[in-house]
């Protein structure tokens, strides 16, 4: 048996032959294109151009096909991707009050200005395998409606209280203009926006693990759902030689407001606090973890006692990306074996000294056989 | 493989990243020269390699990285393992700069977990790649308390390690990312090369450079600076030593890999360095397994005569 070391050019091209054989499949098979990927796989696309921070839904879909439906790979390519774009701006806050709305929902309302609106949701349906399905075949198309006069009336709930601040308002003004995580290097403590962006690009099963467990007591934050609304909303800019806002196009968004409550404190009178989730198109489970992790993570600004992994600004934003973690996770499999053969000289030393110690039992009375608290095995 | 040039890809720029980026890093850069062994925050970007794979050292060598340049990338001592042929390639096709595996020859050297075994000079420059750059990262997880550690030059934590490990084992028990201490200041974290690397880092002619991608810092040892691997009067720093030669080119002094021949303990011992090697074998030096190594390793087919 004989371990090559030497790991050839040549070798690296055929592997990368062989992936792209096996991501094609059995080629009597049709191959998948794009725009299939990009309207049958929508809600794959939505979270690839979420975490991958650019809205380009052909982009995403290429991406995924490319990476044989790896989710995290997908991102990759579109976040290495969006890194050589120009940045030439930002754009105006967009105006989620003035959605075009697709869903929305309260659960602390029964009914509201602007109504519930189900939508498309996977909610209520019951989850039996359609066999149909598979033989194909196309559905009914949707059921239609004339627009109520009021449907452009939809006021974000957490605006409704505002008479009584009942429920914490917050002034988007008063934090300047939003930072830019993939510009500037992440220092502690971050401020909420900073938080919120790194959230918004964090691993959807990360953050949700995380949003649940402070349902189940670390770090409970008493949530309701204020608001969850999905739908499309324009999207401003104001070139600097133009001096005015011009529109860029509409992007599909779903944002979460969550509704928790707060005792108050010596400073703050008791009130509603609100967790914040936005994602770009439909992204539910996203952005509703995304808001329980935000209120969660503001433990210290409310002055909560802070006791669990989800009110750990350090913890949760040094982990969520997802693309840091597989790096780091996968990079394990790149060649360690300078330090391990450092590793193996020590372990030997000590294995020798072992021996020698048990061998000799009279000159040994209080030295025991400690492995050595080496550092992480491999970097 | 002797310098060459190639053309570069169209629709990069020269070394892929963009010249405000490059500027950012060249800035992150400078300051980490002017205060050696401090961690410099930088603005990371996403390259298109994943984190822990080298994006740290590879945006600093896009950054410092001219047309004239020549390079060259190591991994765990050699060229020629995977991700050094890929990052290689990388800057092959993105920059089109001459590459070249012989280490007097290399105007930037990208590394991995080692020095090289041939002696750097001035106008050389070593770039590093670090996953973990901060050494007090295991002692105390939180960025905000080990930057004030730093600030505050409270490296306690570090000494109490080091003598627990002397308590325990007879010996200080960190064989590689040994820490080290810069210019009189700074504990700084030499990426995982073997502790036998640390002391040629001390006073070498050479700028080093270390990257951190994932972690976002870069930091810098400038030539003829002082760095001296922490330890005690009574327990002295000691590197590893090697008590045979290299099976191949029979080196002493260098640092060996153990490569396992068959499944019944058959070893052998080459050095780390596979271009270091190379030279010697080309001047005459045999070690006294070179006729019968793998042909993967000694570059040549078993059982014949090198002349």
Known sequence: MYVAVKGGEAAIANAHRLLADERRGDRSVPELDVAQIREQMSLLVDRIMTEGSVYDRDLAALALKQARGDVTEAIFLVRAWRNTLPRFGASAPVDTAAMRIRRRVSATWKDLPGGQVLGPTFDYTHRLVDFALAAGGEPEAAATAEPADDSRDCPRVTDLLDDESLIERHDAVADGPAPDLTREPLAFPANRSLRLQALARGDEGFILALGYSTQRGYGRTHPFVGEIRTGDVEVFFTPEELGFAAPLGRVTLTECQMVNQFHGSKERPPQFTRGYGLAFGAAERKAMAMALVDRSLRARELGEEMTSPAQDEEFVLAHCDPLQATGFVEHLKLPHYVDFQAELELVRGMRAAHAARRDAPANNETLTADPAPAREAAE | ?307
């Open chain 2, 1 to 307: 493989m002797n310098p060459t040039s190639y053309e570069p890809a169209s629709g990069y720029n020269f070394a892929y990243l963009d010249e405000q980026t490059k500027r950012m890093i060249r800035r992150a850069i400078l300051k980490a020269i002017a205060i050696p062994g401090y961690q410099v925050p930088f603005a990371s970007r996403e390259m298109p390699m994943p984190y822990g794979w080298g994006t740290g050292g590879v945006q600093v060598t896009a950054a410092i990285l001219g047309p004239q340049d020549v390079l060259k990338v190591i991994d765990q001592g050699s060229d020629d393992t995977t991700n050094a042929v890929s990052i290689r390639n990388f800057f092959r096709k993105t920059a089109g700069v001459a590459v070249t595996t012989r280490t007097a020859d290399a105007s930037i050297i990208q590394t991995r977990h080692r020095i090289p075994e041939t002696q750097l000079s001035a106008g050389q420059v070593l770039v590093y790649q670090v996953p973990i750059p901060e050494p007090l990262r295991f002692l105390e997880p939180r960025e905000t308390e080990t930057r004030k550690l730093h600030a505050l030059g409270e490296y306690g934590l570090m000494y109490v390690k080091l003598y627990e490990d002397i308590a325990r084992n007879g010996h200080i028990a960190t064989t590689y990312a040994y820490p080290v201490e810069v210019a009189g200041r700074y504990v700084m974290d030499p990426s995982p090369i073997p502790k036998f690397d640390n002391p040629r880092m001390h006073d070498m002619a050479a700028l080093q450079l270390f990257g951190a991608g994932r972690e976002k810092r870069i930091y810098a040892v400038p030539p003829h600076t002082s760095v001296r691997s922490l330890d005690f009067t009574d327990h002295p720093f000691t590197p590893q030593v090697f008590t045979e030669p290299c099976a191949l080119c029979a080196a002493r002094g260098v640092y060996l890999d153990e490569v396992i021949l068959d499944d019944r303990g058959q070893r052998m011992f080459v050095c780390s360095d596979t271009d270091f090697c190379e030279e010697r074998r080309a001047s005459g030096h045999r070690g006294h397994l070179l006729g019968e190594a793998p042909a993967a390793l000694s570059g040549q087919p078993a059982q014949q005569e090198a002349c």
